[in-house]
């Protein structure tokens, strides 16, 4: 007689799974409580090797920079947040470019992190030049995508029209269609994927999982605000750089044109810009091949050029 005493049982119905959270290619999602606040956060890479902290858009996720995550993993330590009021991080009280820029010291303390560059996409480049500005012993480099201090009108308001134009969709294939019609550069946009940007209510509804809509609405027919309140001041703070920076704009961006583009690196002393092709104001998603690639060896210069000097 055989011995099956250490075979599974067989059954026709599969072991039940506890609930999981999205996790990224080649990283790890993870939660924290900073400050009583809850943070959710991707990782790649590990503790010790140099730091990138990669900062969202307006309305995004940590999950925009799951392609660049898993690139740098081999040679990085990754962390991207999702900011205060996204994704599946708690709000702050202040929610302006200084007050998210002052939850940054914390979460990099946190991870052990003393030095690092930024990666900063729209308003995540807004902050990133923020903080930079007032932390400059702390960054080694800072790559902003599709950001500067002259931002275009039309292209900022068709993104506060999309931002409140949906308090909720009925399912997520609703919601693909029209982030669709709103995302021209992206050759499908998958229902299952947006998990990462919607939430599920009891109702059954799915609604994003930030708080500029319900602000936006809030406000009736000013919901538009001054949008030049944002970036006040932002000119001063890029002037004062002193590390190297890379610009990145979308070939096709509304949001930050080509002259805007320029304008920036030019006040930024030494920086340096380059155009992604295919691509407009997300021009991470759009085109992350190029984008990922151009960061990729700007970074690999800045650190490898200091470890040779190091040496």
């Known amino acids: 007689m055989s011995d099956t005493s250490h075979q599974p049982l067989a059954t026709s119905h599969p072991l039940p799974r506890a609930p999981r959270h999205d996790v990224p290619i080649g990283g790890r999602s993870g939660f924290t409580l900073i400050d009583g606040r809850q943070v959710h956060y991707l990782e790649w890479g590990r ?16 999950y925009m920079y799951e392609e660049l995550g898993g690139r740098l993993a081999a040679s990085y330590h990754v962390l991207a947040p999702d900011l205060p009021d996204h994704g599946d991080s708690d709000p702050t009280e202040e929610a302006d470019r200084h ?55 039309e292209g900022v308001r068709k993104i506060i029209e999309f931002m409140s134009a949906h308090e909720s969709f009925a399912s997520l294939e609703e919601a693909s269609v029209e982030v669709g019609k709103y995302l021209p550069f992206r050759k499908e946009v998958r229902p299952e994927r947006l998990r990462r940007n919607l939430r599920q209510r009891d109702d059954g509804r799915w609604e994003w999982k930030h708080g500029y809509g ?3 609405r809030q406000r009736g027919d000013d919901r538009a605000g001054n949008w030049r309140k944002v970036v006040e001041g932002l000119d001063d703070d890029a002037k004062s750089l002193r590390c190297p920076v890379l610009v990145l704009r979308g070939a096709s961006s509304d949001v930050l044109s080509q002259q805007g583009a320029e304008d920036v690196t030019a006040l930024i002393p030494g920086a340096r810009m380059a155009v992604i092709a295919n691509a407009g104001h997300l021009a991470a998603g759009d085109n992350p091949a190029s984008t990922v690639g151009l ?15 190091d040496r």
């Open 214 to 216: 319900r602000s936006l």
């Open 99 to 153: 007050g998210l820029a002052a939850t940054l010291p914390a979460l990099l303390a946190h991870f052990g992190i003393e030095r690092c560059a930024l990666v900063g996409a729209s308003l995540g480049g807004i902050v990133s030049i923020t903080y930079a500005a007032a932390h400059a012993e702390q960054v080694e480099a800072v790559a902003l995508i599709d950001v500067g201090h002259r931002l275009e009108d």
């Open 295 to 309: 960061i990729h060896s700007f970074l690999d210069e800045i650190f490898v050029g200091h470890a040779a000097r």
């Open 47 to 62: 503790s010790g090797a140099p730091a990138v902290l990669c900062l969202h858009g307006g309305g995004q996720t940590a």
